[in-house]
């Protein structure tokens, strides 16, 4: 079955350290997004990409940093300079044609030790 | 950039009806619905793609209205299954915005 895979399923990050959120697809879509959410909140777009070796910022991409080597993949760092990264992550994709549907992966919680 | 929805939360006895509504700042081009339960990834429910449309599914349906730049969300005779925070979305370019959010409690 197509999905994508989102891991951990959580993450403890220490002060000042750097952490990789791992996700990959095997959907074949181009683009892939990664979402911040608050307790209670909605999604914020952190980053996007729509072809290999390309990315964009989103609202909220200082602290971030992201890599799209391969179409499959699209791990997200969170580095020391995010000061409050506690937060639910999350992964989609996309087709190229407009409109289509997001498909999420199952997320990752992280928080702070 | 971020689309607005009304309410913010409610509350239903099964079998009652609700209405979420999604404002948009913006042009609507397309409409896009998803609810989301607790700790898990949103799921998609549908996608309305030109003004005047209206989809639905089982008793969960929605409308367009481009000219307001708006769209509703139509959930009937509600079941415990429907508790959830729904979230309507819309493309702007390459991007991608999530509506404020809903949070939808069905009690028995």
């Known amino acids: 079955d197509g999905g994508i895979t989102q891991s951990p399923k959580y993450l403890f990050r220490k002060e000042g350290q750097n952490v990789t959120l791992s996700c990959e697809q095997n959907?074949?879509?181009?683009?892939m997004y990664w979402y911040r959410q608050d307790p209670g909140q909605g999604l914020r777009l952190i980053y996007y990409?729509?072809?290999?070796?390309?990315?964009q910022k989103g609202d909220i991409a200082e602290g971030y940093s992201v890599s799209r080597e391969k179409k499959e993949s699209f791990p997200l760092t969170v580095t020391s300079a995010q000061k409050n990264p506690t937060a639910f992550y999350l992964c989609?994709?996309?087709?190229?044609?407009?409109?289509?549907?997001?498909?999420f992966g199952d997320g990752t919680r992280l928080s702070i030790l | 950039q971020q689309p607005v929805q009304s309410p913010q939360a409610v509350i239903l006895r099964e079998g009652e009806d609700a209405v979420i509504n999604c404002s948009s700042s913006?042009?609507?081009?397309?409409v896009h619905w998803y609810r989301q339960k607790h700790g898990e990834a949103p799921v998609f429910l549908m996608i309305?793609?030109?003004?005047?449309e209206q989809k639905g599914h089982d008793k969960i349906s929605a409308s367009f209205n481009e000219k307001k730049q708006q769209s509703s969300l139509y959930l009937t005779a509600s079941q415990l299954s429907y508790s959830g925070t729904y979230f309507c979305?819309?493309?702007?370019?390459?991007?991608?915005?999530f509506g404020t959010g809903t949070s939808l409690t069905v009690i028995p």
């Open positions: 989609a994709s996309t087709g190229t044609v407009v409109n289509q549907p997001q498909h």
């Open positions: 959907l074949n879509h181009d683009a």
């Open positions: 990409s729509q072809i290999v070796n390309d990315f």
């Open positions: 913006k042009a609507l081009y397309s």
């Open positions: 309305l793609l030109k003004g005047g």
């Open positions: 979305g819309t493309e702007a370019g390459n991007q991608f915005y």
